[in-house]
């Protein structure tokens, strides 16, 4: 990872091998591969120089410039090298001596590791932990100086194989153990971190606070209802909590700008402030990490809650009640809970919470390959689950089916039984009676063995055992009962074919007497009619098929009767089948002209009535017009009316239009149904006629109350004309008569002028126009 090969140095592969072993422990301590990828070589020979110096105290004798060159100086590289096979011995050929000192230093660091947990235990007990963040920092120092032998046992031990001196289970000891010495050093830190002054204590205590919690999930291992239910009470929490994040990092940036104080050590703030920055990812990791749990345990308790009830209700059953019980425990948990809705949209939103995990997480491959095994075998599991759910309301529906009709057949045919064993002994002519249907009660023997038969395979072993007792018991009885009866058989069928028939027949009669009426129906003269006929017609024809099948059926059966039938009986039902099949047939040939009359009339009709219905809407207004006009009052009011008559019948002409309209279509009407001699339209006729009647009258009425009205206003207006010219003379008159006699000659002039002017016309024709307008 250098970028230099190992051939490019010149020396054995045993040196290389060596060389190797320098880059696994970059690996395994301090380098992120993917991030040194994209440095350069120099840099890259820096830092596994470092590495090496400071992991492994192999002294740097080479610098990366005299390395990253064409022609290295071999022998240099060699002897820097050639310290590595000190750390790492060639592979495979491990002696005893080497597992002996693997023993030993297993033994070394277990000695170390087990003191080092027991005097920080001792301290912390005994509240004795050094006050001094200097000492606290040398004790990491000495512990990181170890962290490489711990990586190192912790692989040796996690392998399958046994290595001389490590006893068995050392792989959780260590482990156990390191964490101890962990959360020992997290501990005396924090204590460290609470006696700081001011507002870094405030942060120090929620830092505290929040990696407490990050480490502290102990979570049950048990997927269930509980779990989820503590997982969601943390995921609470937490959301609570780490609010409160934004605003402590800003309280330790205003805090930071202040200058220290002389008793705090600054390598504690900065190794305060990477903490506190380092939460953010933790906390949101975490909270990730919580969610996803969440929705498994209950992505887990939905299924598991979900198959013990499918083990309820797919056990052996029992009784009608029981099983209805059942039946009702499950429509109330799938139907009304909707459990396959509900499942659908939890698998949803965990396939979501599934993609963020993985996505923001922070897990490892082996986790995310967990997870989406997690994932095909919950669908896999719920395609199972949910199949036999479906199936299991059908098994429980059916069980109920048999058991009802087990009640029914058993309550029937049992006292039957009971009453057939007593007419054995009786007369033939009685038998003959009482047997003639014996191959019903056959049939019904047979159902009630069949039905028994699945009860008691579906229900509880108690059950089942009455059940085949109870078929067993029948079926003795049956047996000997239908030995003795069986040459009835033949008699209960004649029986039973010729109440067949008369039932065929009667139906086929009913229904083609029915269709001769509605297809005779003689009243169509409204637009409800004309559909209440269509839809009719329409179910007839709906019906034909059935019915030509039934008459099929019921000639079938007959002809099975002809045998048993006199020559009579014969004759007449070989006449009435010829009659009901000719009307079948006229039947069948009159529904589609039928068909055909009813669309054209109801298109018809339909804009027939809307014309009707306008046009008598129009008249209605205006004969109530009319009858409110009136001739008293003055010239304005007459004014008025008028103005008001000529508005509203100004429309007279497009309301005559229609109506004539609407008398040629009822014309086409009347000529649609000419030849349908059973059709009464008279009534249609009388209700055009009257409409017709009504508009001349209405349109002559109107004219004579508007010439009546013009009439009015022209003596009103003659009798004002008359009425203007006199007032004026008059007027003028009385102006000269109260004037003072002045005996002047222009002044006597002129007043004798306009006296002589009078002219009496104007008075004759004011007191004719009077009388006019009275």
């Not at 002294?59 to 790492?88: C, G, N």
């Not at 959780?172 to 507002?199: A, F, T």
């Not at 502290?216 to 409160?244: C, V, W, Y």
Request: charged share 30%; aromatic share 10%; net charge negative.
């Amino acid at each position: 990872d250098s970028g230099i090969e190992v051939k490019d140095f010149g020396a054995s592969w045993r040196d290389g091998i060596a060389f190797l072993a320098l880059i696994d422990s970059i690996k395994a301590n301090l380098v992120n591969i993917a991030e040194m990828r994209k440095e350069s070589n120099r840099t890259r020979l820096n830092t596994a120089f470092d590495v090496a110096e400071a992991k492994l105290g192999i002294a740097r004798i080479l610098d990366a410039e005299d390395v990253d060159v064409e022609k290295p100086d071999e022998k240099s590289i060699m002897t820097y090298v050639a310290q590595f096979l000190h750390k790492y011995p060639e592979p495979r050929k491990q002696s005893a001596g080497h597992e002996t000192t693997i023993q030993q230093e297993y033994n070394e660091f277990m000695r170390w590791l087990q003191e080092r947990t027991d005097t920080f235990e001792s301290l912390i007990q005994e509240d004795r932990l050094s006050r001094n963040f200097s000492d606290f920092m040398g004790a990491q120092s000495e512990n990181k100086s170890r962290e490489a032998a711990y990586k190192k046992f912790l692989t040796l031990t996690s392998s399958k194989k046994n290595i001389l001196g490590v006893p068995h289970g050392a792989n959780e000891l260590i482990q156990s153990l390191w964490q101890k010495l962990e959360r020992q050093m997290l501990y005396w830190l924090w204590s460290l971190d609470l006696r700081l002054p001011g507002n870094f204590k405030v942060v120090a205590k929620w830092l505290c606070d929040a990696e407490t919690i990050l480490m502290g999930d102990d979570i049950p291992e048990a997927m269930n209802e509980e779990t989820a239910s503590i997982i969601s009470r943390k995921l609470e929490e937490h959301k609570q909590f780490f609010a409160e994040y934004p605003n402590i990092v800003e309280v330790f940036k205003k805090t930071r700008t202040f200058p220290l104080d002389p008793s705090v050590h600054p390598e504690e703030i900065a190794l305060m402030e990477k903490r506190l920055y380092d939460i953010g990812p933790r906390a949101t990791q975490r909270r990730i990490r919580l969610k996803f749990l969440e929705h498994k345990c209950c992505l887990i308790a939905f299924l598991n809650l979900v198959e013990n009830k499918l083990k309820l209700w797919t056990a052996k059953c029992g009784r009608q009640e029981k099983v209805q019980q059942l039946l009702d425990q499950y429509q109330n948990f799938v139907s009304r809970n909707k459990i396959f809705q509900e499942f659908s949209k939890a698998f949803v939103d965990m396939q979501q919470v599934v993609e963020e995990y993985k996505r923001d997480g922070n897990i490892t491959k082996d986790e995310v390959e967990d997870i989406e095994r997690f994932m095909r075998d919950t669908e896999t599991r719920w395609t199972s689950v949910s199949m036999e759910l479906r199936c299991a309301q059908n098994m429980l529906e059916e069980v109920i089916a048999y058991w009802k009709r087990w009640n029914l057949l058993t309550s029937e045919f049992v006292p039957w039984l009971g009453d057939a064993e007593a007419y054995v002994k009786k007369s033939e002519d009685e038998r003959l009676e009482f047997f003639q249907d014996i191959g019903v009660w056959r049939e019904k023997y047979q159902l009630i063995v069949d039905t028994g038969n699945f009860l008691a395979g579906t229900c509880e072993d108690e059950i089942s055992a009455e059940l085949k007792s109870a078929i067993s018991d029948l079926t003795s009885r049956w047996e000997r009962l239908f030995g003795a009866t069986k040459h009835y058989v033949h008699a209960g069928d004649i029986l039973k074919n010729r109440q067949e028939y008369r039932n065929g027949l009667e139906r086929l009669s009913n229904w083609l007497r029915y269709a001769e009426q509605v297809l005779q129906n003689q009243s169509l003269g409204t637009t409800e009619e004309i559909k209440r006929y269509g839809e009719a017609v329409q179910k007839l024809q709906g019906e034909i098929d059935d019915i030509e099948e039934l008459f099929k059926h019921i000639s079938k059966v007959f002809q099975s009767l002809i045998q048993d039938l006199s020559r009579e009986e014969v004759d007449k039902n070989m006449s009435i089948l010829k009659k009901e099949k000719e009307a079948l047939v006229r039947v069948r040939a009159m529904i589609p002209a039928r068909l055909h009359l009813f669309h054209q009339l109801l298109v018809q009709h339909e804009s027939l009535e809307s014309g009707q219905r306008e046009i008598t809407e129009w008249l209605n207004e205006a004969e109530t017009l009319l009858s409110s006009l009136s001739l008293a009052g003055g010239r304005d009011h007459l004014n008025s009316e008028l103005n008001r008559h000529k508005v509203f019948f100004q429309r007279t002409l497009y309301y005559k239009s229609m109506l004539e309209s609407k008398n040629k279509v009822f014309q086409n009407v009347l000529k649609s149904i000419t030849t349908e001699k059973n059709i009464d339209c008279s009534e249609a006729v009388d209700r055009m006629k009257e409409l017709n009647e009504r508009f001349d009258y209405v349109t002559k009425n109107a004219q004579q109350w508007e010439n009546k009205l013009n009439e009015a206003v022209r003596c009103w207006r003659n009798f004002r004309d008359n009425e203007r010219v006199i007032v004026h003379w008059l007027s003028q008159a009385e102006v000269f008569l109260g004037e003072r006699p002045m005996e002047v000659k222009e002044v006597i002039e002129t007043q004798k002028l306009f006296f002589d002017t009078l002219n009496e016309r104007w008075m004759n024709e004011l007191v004719q126009s009077a009388q006019d307008l009275l």
